[in-house]
Every structure is written in C-alpha cells, then in structure tokens.
Nanobody, 124 residues
Framework: QLVESGGDSVQRGSSLRLSCVAS????????MGWFRQAPGKGREFVAG????????RYADSVKGRFTISRDNAQKTLTLQMSNLVPEDTAMYYC???????????????????WGQGTRVTVSS
C-alpha cells in the first residue's frame, strides 16, 4: 500500500513537497514514479526513479522544476516541486513497478501498486 501526502492549494511560483510512504518495503530493483491527473484529463507521467536512484526520468513539462528522490530504508518516495504554475494543478499519484517490467516507465499500465492520490491546486 502506498500513501501520498503533501498536496495543497498554492499560488503560482510556490513550492510543494509531496511524499509517498509504503506500508512495506518495495522489492529490490523496483522503479517508482509519480503521475498526475488534471480534471477532465488522463493520468500522465511526471517522474520516475530506479531502485538505486539512477537513472531518473522526468516529463518535459516538469524538467528543471521538479525533483524526484527515494529513501528505500524509510520506504519513502518524494517529489519536490518548485516554480509551480496553474498547469500543474492535478491529483498526484505515486506508483511502484515490480522488478522485471519493461523499459517504459511512463506507462501507467506498467505499475503494479498505486496510492490514493494527493491534490495540488495552483492558482494564478
């Protein structure tokens, strides 16, 4: 089970830190990622991170503004978001992929466990 937290309503240019805590250790070699779903839109990939924190991948829309990190010992995945814009408004979900999945980190179908989401609203 994954539980996200940290979502809030903020103004343009603000920063937020999202956290995702696992109820049990994620498998060695698992990839974890953040996705988001804006109102009326599909779920889109935001960022992904390997078990050893390298490589890391980002959607083009968040490169340079968001930073994903993980602490396997603490069973925690984090998304540090800065310089937020209204287009970042969405429900944010963390997900975990079991080891052995394919190379496409951006496909939500490749993720085996999801959290319930945390809402981020950015006003102008």
């Amino acid at each position: 089970q994954l539980v996200e937290s940290g979502g809030d309503s903020v103004q343009r240019g603000s920063s937020l830190r999202l956290s995702c805590v696992a109820s049990e250790p994620t498998p060695v070699g698992s990839v974890m990622g953040w996705f988001r779903q804006a109102p009326g839109k599909g779920r889109e990939f935001v960022a992904g991170i390997s078990w050893i924190s390298r490589p890391i991948r980002y959607a083009d829309s968040v490169k340079g503004r968001f930073t994903i990190s993980r602490d396997n010992a603490q069973k925690t995945l984090t998304l540090q978001m800065s310089n937020l814009v209204p287009e970042d408004t969405a429900m944010y979900y963390c997900g975990a992929r079991n080891p052995g999945r394919g190379p496409n980190w951006s496909s939500q179908a490749e993720y085996d466990v999801w959290g319930q989401g945390t809402r981020v609203t950015v006003s102008s």
